[in-house]
């Protein structure tokens, strides 16, 4: 699927000018003047008008235009160090390590061997009594026919306009890039920035390897694609000997994830021992003596009963009374003040940076409910007090897991991006995940977390 040529925002979407639902004057027309309306990612940027402000979101449910899908201006960013907050050396750092607009492997993540080279036999991640996990998607990036690997927009996740189905909501751009998941160099980009962060483990969401319906034949493309960025990430691991572990989680990728029959599961349990947990175990993270396996609440790989794995079911609900469910072992809902509640009897704890549907939704896409907005702006500091919470209860906590290194489309993300929009954050919330995890393994207070409104807009 080839990108739309690049349209002027406000030529596209005329309507965005003023429709926004909680616009307030004079917070942007200084710092954008002659820019705001090129800097923000497809039409949701765009229904910031020049002048406007992003604060007092609207309420969940609230009426608002659904422009259509645009391709942005390829306008440089503005002076990043203003916008991300980031120091200038480190921009420049930045700056450095880029090659024709394509990210390189920064110092500290060694390059994969050539082909023929031989490596030194791959040793384990050193083991942290209480780890940093983060949740990371690798759906980027590939064409949707085909499975190639082409990155930009409108590749797969980067605002794919598929009606119903569409993959929408990204209104900034990642620091490398529309970049594909498979790409070597944003993977080591990647692992850098999660070892700056004090990311240890990664749980890669998994959506099989293209047979949705356990024929025998590739169905989708793109689910393929993603197959082989889990290998590109876990060779890129493996070769370079990084400090990471990796679990994967099991999403509901089949046609009929409840019907599952006993021998279709157990099929997923055999390919995924097969292709990567018995392929690199030193880089697999145990739980209670096994590798981990997570699945989503809906696909149950309890049964049957493999030893070869842990298995723990994930669920997200705001029931507060879910550990009633004897199925479920984790759950998260975006929702600060219900984190407490949520840390599971293995200890395990998920926190999230902000969470915001609004710009699926005003792009098109049917959410099938409300959509929810937790801290859009970054300005209640739920993230904070998130982390406190955590600190309250070290004791019981085993394993924190973030929700997510990079859902961009949720805005949920912490992965890095080039900070130049109102609603982007540049490398703040790497630094923050470092300063946070520091205080919790410390037994500090997180300094500063603002009570703020916490609860879902």
């Known amino acids: 699927m080839k990108p739309s040529a690049a349209v002027p925002l406000y030529e596209a979407c005329p309507e965005s000018r003023t429709s926004h639902p909680s616009s307030r004057k004079g917070f942007l027309s200084k710092i954008f003047l002659g820019l705001a309306l090129l800097l923000l990612v497809g039409c949701a940027g765009a229904s910031i008008a020049p002048g406007e402000e992003l604060s007092s979101p609207p309420a969940v449910g609230a009426e608002a235009a659904k422009p259509g899908l645009v391709e942005p201006s390829q306008v440089p960013s503005p002076n990043p160090a203003v916008d991300s907050g980031a120091p200038a050396e480190a921009l420049a750092q930045q700056a450095d390590n880029l090659e024709d607009g394509r990210p390189v492997r920064p110092a500290s993540i060694p390059s994969v061997e050539k082909a023929g080279e031989k490596s030194e036999p791959a040793s384990p991640a050193p083991t942290v009594a209480q780890p940093l996990a983060a949740l990371m998607y690798l759906w980027f990036g590939f064409d949707l026919d085909t499975g190639n690997s082409i990155g930009g927009l409108k590749s797969s996740h980067w605002n794919t306009d598929l009606g119903i189905g569409s993959r929408v909501g990204v209104t900034d751009e990642p620091a490398y890039g529309f970049y594909a998941s498979d790409d070597p160099a944003v993977i080591g980009q990647q692992l850098a920035s999660m070892e700056e962060a004090g990311i240890g483990t990664i749980i890669v969401s998994w959506h099989g390897w293209g047979d949705i319906n356990f024929d025998g034949n590739v169905d989708d493309k793109e689910k393929e694609a993603m197959q082989r960025a889990l290998i590109a990430l876990m060779d890129y691991i493996s070769s370079t000997n990084a400090p990471f572990k990796v679990a994967v989680l099991v999403e509901p990728f089949m046609v009929d994830p409840p019907g599952l029959t006993l021998v279709q599961k157990q099929q997923i349990l055999d390919f995924l021992w097969d292709n990567v947990y018995n392929v690199y175990p030193a880089f697999m993270f145990d ?12 696909v149950d790989l309890k049964e049957p009963a493999d030893g070869r794995f842990t298995v723990k079911s994930w669920s997200s609900t705001d029931n507060p009374n879910w550990k009633a469910d004897t199925s479920l072992d984790w759950n998260w809902y975006p929702d600060v003040t219900l984190v407490e509640g949520t840390i599971s009897d293995d200890g395990v704890i998920v926190l999230f940076p902000r969470f915001d549907e ?41 394993l924190i897991l973030l929700y997510t290194w990079n859902e961009h489309e949720e805005h949920a993300a912490i992965e890095p991006d080039k900070g130049i929009s109102p609603v982007s954050y540049g490398n703040s919330l790497i630094e923050k995940t470092s300063q946070y995890y520091r205080q919790f393994l410390a037994g500090q207070n997180i300094v500063n977390p603002s009570p703020g409104t916490s609860r879902i807009r």
């Open 358 to 398: 609004y710009w699926m939704y005003i792009m098109g896409k049917d959410l099938g409910h409300d959509y929810r907005r937790v801290d859009p702006l970054l300005e209640d500091q739920i993230y904070g007090q998130a982390w406190q919470v955590a600190v309250d209860n070290k004791d019981d906590i085993s």
């Open 287 to 298: 739980w209670e003596t096994n590798p981990l396996l997570v699945t989503w609440s809906n």
